[in-house]
């Protein structure tokens, strides 16, 4: 247990801490954390919008940049997985669950029941609704993913500093990352990962419910929910136990088929015309309206105020309270590639493949809800996807896949938890041990459950969500210290280049 840091103990006690008083004090935990989450969206939404313009610009100036040149790694490294491999991995880590979840659910909120602008029902709303859908799943989410992952990778791989968010800023703060303010950075890093993981297993499980409530009559309750968390740990566990090279690798590519039968089947059954006209209006619609949507804060309309903070906004700290996990193994599986390479791939594959499947989901939904067949609109988010495979050919087939791929996004982003988690509880180990990822394991479905039997999910991500306002302060001086070392890597090759 040498190997193991205060991080751990800390955030350990922390995550004791909020438990207790979600169990305690269910009522309470929600109330306070409801109020403090609306005056974060009503006070800091333009910080937000900012901010994620600002990581989207940054992005494309790296691509473009002599930065670009730059490999994370040694100049001898190379890639340790193939191009394939590696956007599967991004993928399912970094939005997973979330695209079965709502690809059809949020284009159809956005279409029948609240519209950012246009009025519901109408042509109009429906190529805003896949617009939106776009702009909530698309460049900014995966810039500022590219961003946090490209410090952390770049300090990592290139300058043999630990896999810590804390090390990160050392440009900056030097020794001082080493003592209790690197510590209270790390502790924000792996308290948001262990919530936001356990807040997505709770989500996962209630919908992979849904899924066998509606295919084979299985009961929705706690206890079904609490067998279903209990499999899924016991599956993540032993893959995040065969490391990243076996059973992270291998289930991101049956994340990545699974998910392109998946998409298959819809375009396929679906109205096949109709989405690809619709991707493409919808893709020129994304880039024209690109920097409205990004600085649109609607200062003077209060009902638009209120959808952004609903949902733009609520996307954005999110997002953010994500970063630290998904930017830490995304970071970790990219060892080897050039600046240029690695953000490349980061902002355009997860992006394109998002736009595509909310494309192929939403217009299914939408048309089904259009044609009179269905009313997909008044059904709860996890039932949306089921309902409308239900009035498609093949329903059956499809929604076992549907229930396949759920688990296997489920299983995937809960082990690249666990890897990440055990590596900030290790002093930035690229190999932790196993009995702490078995630990981490347990902890995260440990609180999922729960919290799942209190109705305390929504108070728990509320928490996260608040939690994503202080770490947007350490990404935005990650961002100075990552271009303050980039500039003195730089230097050096110039340097070498002359001698």
């Known amino acids: ?113 609240s519209p950012a602008t246009a009025e519901p029902n109408t042509d109009a709303a429906f190529k805003e609704s896949l617009r ?99 499999i899924v740990t016991v599956l993540f566990i032993m893959s995040a136990w065969s490391g990243l090279s076996k059973g992270i690798k291998y289930l991101s590519n049956a994340n990545l088929i699974l998910a392109l039968v998946l998409l298959a089947f819809v375009v396929i059954l679906g109205p096949t015309l109709l989405i690809f006209n619709m991707f493409t209006d919808s893709i020129g619609g994304y880039l024209a309206n690109l920097v409205q949507m990004s600085f649109r804060t609607a200062p003077l309309n209060a009902a638009n105020r209120e959808w952004l903070d609903s949902w733009t906004i609520f996307y954005w700290a999110w997002w953010i309270s994500w ?6 193994f995304i970071a970790r599986v990219s060892k080897g590639r050039t600046i240029r390479e690695f953000m490349v791939g980061v902002l355009l594959a997860p992006t394109l493949l998002s736009a595509f499947w909310f494309t192929a989901f939403g217009t299914t939904a939408i048309n089904i809800q259009r044609e009179g067949i269905a009313d997909l609109a008044k059904e709860s988010t996890e039932l949306v996807i089921f309902e409308m495979f239900h009035n498609m050919p093949w329903s059956f087939l499809i929604s076992i896949i549907a229930v396949l791929l759920i688990a296997s996004f489920f299983i995937t982003s809960a082990d690249s938890a666990t890897f990440v ?42 928490t996260i969500i608040i939690a994503a306002l202080p770490f947007s302060f350490i990404m935005l001086l990650m961002i100075v210290s990552l271009i303050k070392a980039l500039k003195k890597e730089m230097k050096g090759i110039q340097r070498k280049k002359r001698l």
């Open 132 to 230: 939106q859908s776009f702009f909530h799943w698309g460049l900014h989410v995966w810039a500022m993913y590219g961003v946090v992952a490209l410090s952390l990778a770049f300090f990592q791989f290139r300058k043999n500093e630990p896999g810590l968010i804390s090390a990160t800023l050392k440009p900056i703060f030097g020794k001082k990352m080493e003592g209790p303010w690197g510590i209270l950075v790390d502790v924000l890093a792996v308290f948001a990962t262990a919530f936001g993981v356990a807040t997505s297993l709770g989500f996962g499980a209630v919908q992979i419910n849904a899924g066998l409530n509606y295919l084979f009559g299985v009961t929705i309750g706690i206890k079904v929910q609490f067998i279903i968390i209990a």
């Open 323 to 328: 970063a630290p996990f998904v930017s830490m």
């Open 421 to 462: 988690l055990g590596m900030q509880s290790t002093y930035g180990s690229l190999t932790p041990p196993n009995n702490i990822k078995i630990t981490w394991g347990v902890i995260q479905s440990a609180i999922a459950l729960i919290l799942l039997s209190v109705n305390g999910l929504n108070a728990l991500q509320n």
């Open 1 to 113: 247990m040498k190997k193991i840091s205060n991080v751990f103990y800390i955030t350990i006690g922390l995550i004791i801490l909020a438990v207790g008083y979600g169990v305690l004090a269910s009522d309470s935990f929600e109330t306070v954390t409801t109020n403090i989450k609306s005056f974060v969206s009503s006070s800091f939404g333009w910080y937000y919008m900012m901010l994620l313009s600002v990581l989207l610009v940054l992005s494309i100036f790296f691509i473009f940049s002599p930065f670009g040149k730059i490999r994370l790694g040694k100049d001898e490294d190379r890639p340790q997985f193939s191009t394939a491999t590696w956007i599967a991995m991004l993928f399912s880590a970094g939005m997973g669950i979330g695209l079965v979840f709502y690809g059809a659910a949020e284009p159809l909120s956005h279409y029948a029941v």
